[in-house]
């Protein structure tokens, strides 16, 4: 049976679905939740990214740069230690997410590198938080409607959050049970972005969801915003080991990639009282709740607005052509 897409745009209003949906509360009020961290270790990284602009047009052009960086977050410290350009500033973006700006003028046909190095401390952590609160409904209300790729109003996904989660006893039990959901359902195939509106489809009489890390993201997201659990996307680089260096070279007939090319794409909840908790699905495959290794280095995070792991987030100008791109990962002793 040929396989067609299920998720209509049909929605319900979501003030309706979270109601349906917001759990009863599971803690007693006034009772703390339990933290406990199993593992805490961290690594650093010498990090370095190299991007080759050129000059296609025949006359000189000046024009802005704008280079994605490691971020600073509550498990990740970065730091830029080197540019042979010198940065005109740095910006954000929605999110907070750190962009160097570069103004660089290359004469017409002229090729140039813009060549950085960072120093990026990394967390591993594994950690478990016995009787987490459920967002209050205000939070919910606010922090986790429908986004472009997260359809959160949509029949279906209500449908299925409620089905498999809504008797959860609290935000990391829900999580499990969603990852367990996609990972029992996923058919990994590597492609453009789909978003959660086209991910699931119907195959032999069984939702499929059908796509890679960024749409694994995008369904969690999506279940776990439908649930009043505030959730985001974080993007950046897996690592296969301590020293890695990958790239990416555009091509006449497209872009082409190292084997081991890391783009990668994870969920994250917001739980009190640790704050922003990364989940991954597609280590193993397995369920990782907030048990999270040093081969992820961050980029950037989508709540409110919506960059990804493509190859064009990671170097962007108007008018000079990003031909190669380079980065290398390595462990520094200490």
Request: proline share 5%.
């Amino acid at each position: 049976m040929s396989s067609k897409l299920i998720i209509g745009s049909v929605a319900i209003a979501l003030g309706l679905a979270i109601l349906l949906l917001y759990p009863r509360t599971a803690t007693p009020v006034g009772s703390q939740p339990s933290v406990q961290y199993l593992e805490r270790v961290n690594y650093t990284y010498l990090v370095k990214q190299s991007f080759l602009l050129e000059n296609t047009y025949n006359e000189t052009v000046s024009q802005l740069v704008y280079v994605s960086v490691p971020i600073n977050a509550s498990t990740q410290w970065s730091r830029l230690t080197w540019s042979n350009w010198k940065p005109l500033r740095m910006s954000t973006d929605g999110d907070g997410n750190p962009i160097l700006n570069y103004n660089i003028t290359l004469p017409g046909g002229v090729r140039t590198w813009l060549n950085e190095t960072f120093e990026v401390k990394v967390e591993r952590y594994k950690l478990q938080i016995a009787g987490a609160p459920w967002p209050n409904l205000s939070v919910a209300e606010s922090k986790t409607g429908s986004k472009m790729f997260w359809p959160v109003e949509n029949k279906t996904y209500v449908s299925i959050a409620k089905e498999i989660a809504y008797n959860s006893p609290d935000p990391m039990a829900a999580s499990s049970a969603i990852g367990r959901w996609i990972l029992d359902r996923l058919n990994y195939t590597i492609m453009p972005r789909l978003g959660g509106e086209h991910a699931l489809v119907l195959k032999n009489g069984k939702l499929v969801l059908r796509g890679d890390c960024q749409e694994v993201a995008d369904v969690f997201v999506t279940l776990a915003r439908a649930l009043g659990i505030r959730a985001r996307v974080a993007g950046g680089m897996l690592l296969f080991s301590h020293d890695e260096t990958m790239w990416a070279i555009s091509t006449p007939s497209g872009v082409e990639t190292s084997d081991n090319w890391g783009g990668h794409a994870w969920p994250q909840i917001y739980v009190e009282p640790v704050g922003w908790v990364d989940i991954e699905l597609l280590e193993g495959p397995s369920v990782k709740v907030g048990d999270f290794s040093e081969s992820h280095v961050k980029y950037i995070f989508e709540e409110k607005t919506f960059t990804g792991s493509t190859l064009t987030s990671y170097c962007l100008s108007g008018l000079l052509d990003v031909q190669e791109m380079y980065f290398t990962f390595r462990v520094t002793p200490g």
